[in-house]
C-alpha cells in the first residue's frame, strides 16, 4: 500500500503561516486532499485538488490556504497563510483512492 507521512505542523501565532507537506511511497500524486479535526468535532474536508490541476477549498479556508502537488516527488502540500485560532486541528493528507497519513497537529495560538 501507499504510506503517506505528513510533516511541517506546529505551533504558530495568530496571522502567522504554515506550509505541510505530505510525502507518498510509492506511485505519484493525481488526485490527493488535506482534511482536518479539531477536538470534539468530525474530520473535515479543508482541500482538494484533482489529476487536472483543479482545486477546492472549504469556505473557511478560502483565499487563506493552498493546495498543490509535485508529482515528480510524489507529494501534495498545503500552504497555510493569515493562521486564526479555529484553525487548530490535527491535519491529514488523503491520496485516491484511500490512503491517508498519520497527521500533523496544526496549534494556532498566541
Known amino acids: 500500500q501507499v504510506q503517506l507521512v505528513e510533516s511541517g505542523g506546529g505551533l504558530v501565532q495568530p496571522g502567522g503561516s504554515l506550509r505541510l507537506s505530505c510525502a507518498a511511497s510509492?506511485?505519484?500524486?493525481?488526485?490527493a486532499a488535506w482534511h482536518r479535526q479539531a477536538p470534539g468535532k468530525q474530520r473535515e474536508l479543508v482541500a482538494s485538488i484533482t489529476s487536472g490541476g483543479r482545486t477546492n477549498y472549504a469556505d473557511s479556508v478560502k483565499g487563506r490556504f493552498t493546495i498543490s502537488r509535485d508529482s515528480a516527488k510524489s507529494t501534495v502540500y498545503l500552504q497555510m497563510n493569515s493562521l486564526k485560532p479555529e484553525d487548530t486541528a490535527m491535519y491529514y493528507c488523503?491520496?485516491?483512492?484511500?490512503?491517508w497519513g498519520q497527521g500533523t497537529q496544526v496549534i494556532v495560538s498566541s
Open positions: 488523503w491520496s485516491y483512492p484511500s490512503y
Open positions: 510509492g506511485s505519484i500524486f493525481n488526485v
